[in-house]
């Protein structure tokens, strides 16, 4: 696929087939897509859990025990219904990349350069998804920067997920989108 088609034409799919597995190299495909985005210092600070099948029930036990510390009572039964969904969460897409940072030391080192080079990387991956003829929706929500997160995944104090991407075999056709146009968001000074 063209560079600016794929640009053009990705979309957040939400619904994936359940039951069409994805093969490991492509899988594998995407994760090299990541570690080919730019980093500053190359510090490739990027860290990539790939979970299927069973392995995505720690995921999914880990955001009902953060939503359960939201709770006044998670025993209700309305809290109850709440955390189950939360544990089916992942479930919704038969492989979940999730996308970590571990941002390097040193004087020249910038945080938040460290998370632009792994958000870059999270853009390669659902474009190269796309290109490979997958769904992909890169997931967020307050519980991915909970510390049980980072703790659940084995990363360092300074470490953080940023992104669970969702990834299947589409089963949606995505709506078209519109973007404001390039004049709308730019300004140019030339003098
Ligand atoms: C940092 C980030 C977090 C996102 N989190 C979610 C999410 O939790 N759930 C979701 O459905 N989409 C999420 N999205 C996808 C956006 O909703 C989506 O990109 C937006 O609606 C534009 O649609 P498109 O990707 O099809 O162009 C996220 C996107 C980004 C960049």
Same mark, same amino acid.
């Given at each position: 696929m063209e560079l600016f088609e794929a640009l053009e034409t990705r979309r957040s799919i939400?619904?994936? &087939? &359940?039951d069409k597995e994805v093969p490991t190299e492509l899988i594998e495909q995407i994760i090299e897509a990541a570690t080919w985005a730019p980093n500053h210092h190359r510090t490739e600070p990027w860290r990539f859990f790939v979970l299927t099948g069973d392995g995505r029930k720690g995921l999914g036990e880990t955001l009902a025990r953060i939503a359960a510390k939201g709770? $006044? $009572? !998670?025993?209700?039964e309305e809290n109850q219904g709440k955390l189950e969904k939360a544990k089916k969460? !992942?479930?919704?897409? !038969?492989v979940v990349i999730v996308a970590a940072v571990e941002p390097s030391e040193g004087d020249k080192i910038i945080l938040q350069e460290e998370f632009a080079a792994v958000h870059a990387g999270v853009q390669n991956m659902l474009l190269a998804a796309h290109a490979l003829g997958l769904g992909a929706v890169w997931r967020t929500g307050k519980p991915t920067y909970d510390p049980e997160m980072r703790e659940h995944f084995g990363l360092s104090d300074k470490g953080e997920v940023v992104g669970f991407v969702y990834l299947g075999y589409p089963d949606m056709t995505p709506a078209p989108r519109k973007r404001k146009s390039v004049s709308e968001v730019t300004k140019w000074i030339d003098n």
């Open positions: 939400g619904k994936v &087939q &359940q709770m $006044d $009572d !998670p025993t209700t969460n !992942p479930f919704r897409a !038969p």
